[in-house]
T-cell receptor, first 112, second 110 residues
């Protein structure tokens, strides 16, 4: 397996634009997590899914953020409209419940 | 909400010395994982310890878990300059929620 795959690796966008981050989890894993990393706030859990169902989205900062998992092999995190304070590295992780969590390489988002 | 508190926030040692990092938490967990992150890079899994385990080893790494004190420690023995990185604990809580600690920045000086 190629591991957790995130795209794009880097995204630069203008304030107000819609941004979509993508994640392909490891095949067979039943949980998927989205995190945001900044210097100020560290690694924050935004939302996670079990068996494609959102379980806890209490970490999603605002209504501008939304996440979907239409099937077991794909998830998106969307920011609309984007703001400069959304600039961060966004990580996706997948796991078989109770086992090691595998992380993607992250998407570095810059909103100018 | 559950979040690990790691100490120290930063640790600077000489090559060959041992490094110990701690992670404390507030509510019960199912497991705890440790990760390493080199500057600007991805998260590398080091070790997973379950709530019914007290100690695990992997190479130069030793992890302990004390559920009565709600704390875990990561020991790196005979450190090398290549161990310079940030180290994070990842708490496996109820409903299989995974939350990170704040991390320890380890610098190993050659």
């Amino acid at each position: 397996d190629a591991g957790v795959i995130q795209s794009p690796r880097h995204e630069v966008t203008e304030m107000g634009q819609e941004v979509t981050l993508r994640c392909k989890p490891i095949s067979g894993h039943n949980s998927l997590f989205w995190y945001r990393q900044t210097m100020m706030r560290g690694l924050e859990l935004l939302i996670y899914f079990n068996n494609n169902v959102p379980i806890d989205d209490s970490g999603m900062p605002e209504d501008r953020f939304s996440a979907k998992m239409p099937n077991a092999s794909f998830s998106t995190l969307k920011i609309q409209p984007s703001e400069p304070r959304d600039s961060a590295v966004y990580f996706c992780a997948s796991t078989d419940i109770g086992r090691e969590a595998f992380f993607g390489q992250g998407t570095r988002l810059t909103v100018v | 909400s559950q979040q690990g508190e790691e100490d120290p926030q930063a640790l600077s040692i000489q090559e060959g010395e041992n490094a110990t990092m701690n992670c404390s938490y507030k509510t019960s967990i199912n497991n705890l994982q440790w990760y390493r992150q080199n500057s600007g890079r991805g998260l590398v899994h080091l070790i997973l310890i379950r709530s019914n385990e007290r100690e695990k080893h992997s190479g130069r790494l030793r992890v302990t878990l004390d559920t009565s004190k709600k704390s875990s420690s990561l020991l790196i023995t005979a450190s090398r300059a290549a161990d310079t990185a940030s180290y994070f604990c990842l708490l496996g809580g109820s409903n299989y929620k995974l939350t990170f600690g704040k991390g320890t920045l380890l610098t190993v000086n050659p």
